[in-house]
């Protein structure tokens, strides 16, 4: 059974730094597809950052030049590295991982396996 721990997650004050990680446990196939997703209190979850198995990568614009998304092979792990935070990052943080490693995927809807979540708070 396939499964993903998260941590790193914590607070700190706006324009802090903070790195979080996503390690993947139980699975042998080829490769996959994964993101970060954020849930603020009383808002929908929202894809942040997604990588696939060929390196492709892609943002949403809310991020864009502050987090950076990166996946390590050899340690089954996918980090997001966030810079320059914000009030409005707030959030619970999930990864999520799907076996299609030849797509970029950007729906929560096309991601079957997720992680337990990790909270971000950012002070003002």
């Known amino acids: 059974q396939v499964q993903l721990v998260e941590s790193g997650g914590g607070s700190v004050q706006s324009g802090g730094s903070l790195r979080l990680s996503c390690t993947v446990y139980g699975y042998t196939g080829s490769g996959y597809s994964m993101a970060w997703f954020r849930q603020a209190p009383g808002k929908e979850r929202e894809g942040v950052a997604v990588?696939?198995?060929?390196?492709?990568?892609n943002y949403a614009d809310s991020v864009k030049g502050r987090f950076t998304i990166s996946h390590d092979n050899a340690k089954n792990t996918l980090y997001l590295q966030m810079n320059s935070l914000k009030p409005e990052d707030t959030a619970m943080y999930y990864c999520?991982?799907?076996?299609?490693?030849?797509?970029?995927?950007?729906?929560?809807?096309?991601?079957?396996?997720w992680g337990q979540g990790t909270q971000v708070t950012v002070s003002s």
């Open positions: 990588i696939n198995n060929n390196g492709r990568i």
């Open positions: 999520a991982l799907d076996f299609r490693w030849w797509l970029l995927l950007h729906e929560e809807s096309e991601y079957n396996i």
